[in-house]
Structure formats: C-alpha cells, structure tokens
C-alpha cells in the first residue's frame, strides 16, 4: 500500500519556525529516484505548490518562501522534510507532500502519489 504520511504541523505565532516531515511507504519505484514536493492549500484558495527537491538534490521553491523555507530529504529513510522558518499568517494551510516520477516536476498533474495533509496555523 503507497502512502505518504504527513506530521509536523501545528500552530505558532508568526516569526516562529515548524519543521514537517513526510514519510513514503510502498512506493513502486526507488524512494530516491522520485521528485518530492510540498503543497499547501489555504482556506478557499486553490492548492499551490511550495517546494519540490529531485533525486538529484536539485531544489525548487515557489517565490513566497525563499529564503525562509528549506526542503531536504533522506532516501535512507525514506522520509522529505520542509523547515519553515519566519513564518507569517499567510503561510497558514493544509501542507500536503507528494511524489512524482518527473524530474523537476513543480505542477500538481506531475505528482501522482499524495498524503492526507497536515494543518499548519500561523497566528498574528
């Protein structure tokens, strides 16, 4: 069974910091060989995307967050991570990690293995 499984989240105040975590289990292919990334979809907005790392370690990042977020992963583990640091009220949202096959992939259709989500409130 493929899952992906979220943790992490939680409420602080804006300029704090949350560190989430996102364990694989099942997948098909070598943890290593997928592009993992992290959405995040706010009350009534549409889901975006945040950051993404490839099996190459390359890095992307949408433009609200560089420089505070920091995506990073362990194929020992199988585990990706995203540390969130100087948080402001706008970051609040359901984070969401997934995996896709494609390299560089940063758009929603090119993840085809999703977890539940986690909340993550950042109060003013």
């Known amino acids: 069974q493929v899952q992906l499984v979220e943790s992490g989240g939680g409420l602080v105040q804006a300029g704090g910091s949350l560190r989430l975590s996102c364990a694989a289990s099942g997948l098909p292919f070598t943890f290593s060989s997928y592009t993992m990334g992290w959405f995040r979809q706010a009350p009534g907005k549409e889901r975006e995307f945040v950051a993404a790392?490839?099996?190459?370690?390359?890095?992307s990042y949408v433009d609200s967050v560089k420089g505070r977020f920091t995506i990073s992963r362990d194929n020992a583990k199988n585990t990706v991570s995203l540390q969130m640091n100087s948080l402001k009220p706008e970051d609040t949202a359901v984070y969401y990690c997934?995996?896709?096959?494609?390299?560089?992939?940063?758009?929603?259709?090119?993840?085809?293995?999703w977890g539940q989500g986690t909340q993550v409130t950042v109060s003013s």
């Open positions: 790392i490839s099996w190459a370690d390359s890095t």
């Open positions: 997934a995996a896709g096959r494609k390299r560089g992939a940063i758009v929603e259709r090119d993840f085809g293995t």
